[in-house]
């Protein structure tokens, strides 16, 4: 399930989110699924637990989590087939800042578009769709 680096330079809760939001798009969390709790989680990845708190509060506040008082917290089942325009012009600007690191450090737009397309065959291959 989760998996983080702890010697990435991006932040531990960040990590824990992307890879919630991973674990969901290859189907490993399916909707409705309980998560283990926060206490549970910063046992297995043994950190501080109010880092595995961020990553679900800002989880939830994307509808991505669903928690429950006293139950849990939850892939949320409910998860919009609506693209979330706002999300959309945040990956949109982080694409840009990426293409203008690439461009500076020389790498050519045809290995840019084969890592494209080498991620999309990834996922065609997880989830036996082939959207283009």
Same mark, same amino acid.
């Given at each position: &399930?989760?998996?983080? !680096? #702890?010697?990435?330079? #991006?932040?531990? +809760?960040?990590?824990? &989110?992307?890879?919630?939001?991973?674990?969901?798009?290859?189907?490993?969390?399916?909707?409705?699924?309980?998560?283990?709790?926060?206490? =549970?989680?910063?046992?297995?990845?043994? &950190?501080?637990? !109010?880092?595995?708190?961020?990553? +679900?509060?800002?989880?939830?506040?994307?509808?991505?989590?669903?928690?429950?008082?006293?139950?849990?917290? +939850?892939?949320?089942?409910?998860?919009?087939?609506?693209?979330?325009?706002?999300?959309?012009?945040?990956?949109?600007?982080?694409?840009? =800042?990426?293409?203008?690191?690439?461009?500076?450090? #020389?790498? #050519?737009?045809?290995?840019?578009?084969?890592?494209?397309?080498?991620?999309? !065959? &990834?996922?065609? !291959?997880?989830?036996?769709?082939? =959207?283009?």
């Amino acid at each position: &399930m989760v998996s983080i !680096n #702890k010697s990435k330079n #991006k932040p531990l +809760y960040e990590q824990i &989110m992307f890879s919630i939001k991973e674990d969901i798009l290859h189907q490993i969390l399916l909707p409705g699924e309980k998560l283990p709790s926060v206490r =549970e989680l910063s046992t297995q990845l043994m &950190m501080n637990p !109010n880092t595995i708190s961020k990553a +679900y509060k800002l989880l939830e506040q994307e509808k991505v989590l669903v928690t429950v008082k006293g139950k849990g917290t +939850y892939v949320n089942d409910e998860i919009s087939s609506k693209r979330n325009q706002i999300k959309v012009d945040e990956i949109h600007q982080k694409f840009n =800042e990426l293409l203008i690191e690439a461009n500076y450090w #020389k790498i #050519k737009r045809k290995e840019i578009i084969g890592w494209v397309n080498k991620s999309f !065959n &990834m996922e065609e !291959n997880t989830d036996g769709n082939s =959207e283009s």
